[in-house]
């Protein structure tokens, strides 16, 4: 079966540094990517990992195990705007298609 | 701007009633994609389309039709037959369908009367 796990809930501080995690079993890999959700609104791009290691974009960093089938997304710095849900999904098999998480939703706290 | 619209943002269904949802984009995508967001659940497919006067079933196209008869315009019909309509939709695009990032629509809220 596909399979992809987050934790549904997480609470950070502002300013602090938070990391969610994400493990996946797919019938073949192309491909996780990471996007920011906020209530009621579009979900937005934030990263992309293919190979094995660390991808930084400013603030965010994503990270891949494929052997392990685990990503985790870092954020640094938290700001308020940065409560959101943060849905992790992974590009498997012939069609390419995206399977999704359920998705993080995560609380900054002042 | 290039982007996707969606329209309505809300939207009320009688029993018994199909309803359509708008989704354009100008991006010059080939490829698009319906997905229904439920509380507590994962982004489910409903119908994607790779090109022109081509689409696909997703992983819950029961109750729902669609078409694609230009490349920017990808609506999709919520029939009578989905007995459990009420969810958040969004439409999304992507450049040629193959293992690229998504760019969504600001998404319809569909409610059942």
């Known amino acids: 079966g596909q399979n992809i796990d987050q934790p549904t809930e997480m609470t950070a501080t502002e300013g602090a540094i938070v990391q969610i995690n994400c493990t996946y079993q797919?019938?073949?890999?192309?491909?996780l990517f990471w996007y920011q959700q906020h209530a009621g609104e579009a979900p937005t791009f934030l990263s992309y990992?293919?190979?094995?290691g660390l991808e930084e974009k400013g603030r965010f960093s994503s990270f891949l195990s494929r052997s392990k089938g685990y990503s985790y997304l870092l954020l640094k710095e938290l700001q308020m705007k940065d409560s959101a849900s943060y849905l992790c999904?992974?590009?498997?098999?012939?069609?390419?298609?995206?399977?999704f998480g359920t998705g993080t939703l995560l609380a900054v706290q002042p | 701007d290039g982007g996707i619209t969606q329209s309505p943002k809300y939207l009320f269904r009688k029993e018994g009633q199909n309803v359509t949802l708008s989704c354009e984009q100008n991006?010059?995508?080939?490829?698009m994609y319906w997905y229904r967001q439920d509380p507590g659940q994962g982004l489910r497919l409903i119908y994607y389309?790779?090109?022109?006067?081509?689409?696909q079933k997703g992983d819950i196209a029961e109750g729902y039709s669609v078409s694609r008869e230009k490349k920017e315009s990808f609506p999709l019909t919520v029939t009578s037959a989905q007995k459990n309509p009420t969810a958040f939709y969004l439409c999304?695009?992507?450049?040629?369908?193959?293992?690229?990032?998504?760019?969504f629509g600001s998404g319809t809220q569909l409610s059942v009367l």
């Open positions: 999304a695009s992507s450049r040629t369908g193959r293992n690229e990032k998504l760019f």
């Open positions: 797919t019938s073949g890999f192309n491909g």
């Open positions: 990992n293919v190979l094995d």
């Open positions: 999904a992974v590009s498997g098999g012939a069609t390419n298609k995206l399977i």
């Open positions: 991006l010059n995508h080939d490829a």
């Open positions: 389309s790779q090109i022109v006067n081509d689409f």
